[in-house]
């Protein structure tokens, strides 16, 4: 009578089913988790379609420019907002709350968090998640995605900056703000 095999490597290799409850249950439960979150991935960012991002009119020197999707505008986006808010990370006054309380990479405002936090609809985020730039960048993607779901890298940044209610093409400070923006894309 043949021994039971005691890892699932064994008993593929030996091609006799491996009869461990607990495991099977725990991959179970792991098959299910990863199609949930895969799930809900593509619903927060609009699944694995490239959506195309307003590009010139006309072709530059022959070169077709490429197709961007939503995750590569939005990482030119954090790129961008990095660079302009705290240097990419080398100015240390982003470690401390500035005069309208922004703080962390992306200087980020406690209105800003709690706008980000209605819109996954519940307390996703705390204050000291503005200090991570990947907690950042989520709650940013989140506002702009709310706001912008089909917006240009201008309207995003801009929305970034003033908010939903003053991020108007004729804004001022809206556009001297895009001006520090465009020289990081």
Request: hydrophobic share 35%; net charge positive.
């Amino acid at each position: 009578m043949r021994k039971a095999p005691t890892t699932v490597d064994q008993a593929w290799l030996n091609g006799t089913r491996y009869e461990n409850r607990h495991n099977s249950i725990n991959a179970m439960a792991l098959g299910l988790s990863l199609c949930i979150g895969g799930f809900i991935a593509g619903l927060y960012v609009a699944g694995s379609k490239p959506v195309p991002v307003q590009t010139p009119e006309r072709v530059v020197g022959g070169v077709v420019p490429p197709v961007l999707t939503i995750t590569d505008e939005l990482t030119i986006l954090r790129d961008a907002l990095y660079a302009v808010e705290s240097s990419s990370g080398t100015d240390k006054r982003m470690l401390t709350p500035g005069p309208a309380g922004e703080l962390g990479p992306l200087q980020i405002t406690d209105v800003f968090l709690d706008d980000a936090n209605r819109i996954v609809g519940y307390r996703c985020w705390t204050s000291q998640d503005r200090l991570n730039l990947a907690k950042s960048t989520d709650m940013m993607e989140a506002v702009v995605l709310r706001y912008y779901p089909h917006g240009t890298i201008e309207q995003r940044s801009r929305l970034f900056h003033r908010g939903p209610s003053k991020s108007a093409q004729n804004d001022k400070h809206g556009d001297a703000y895009w001006a520090k923006i465009r020289k990081y894309l």
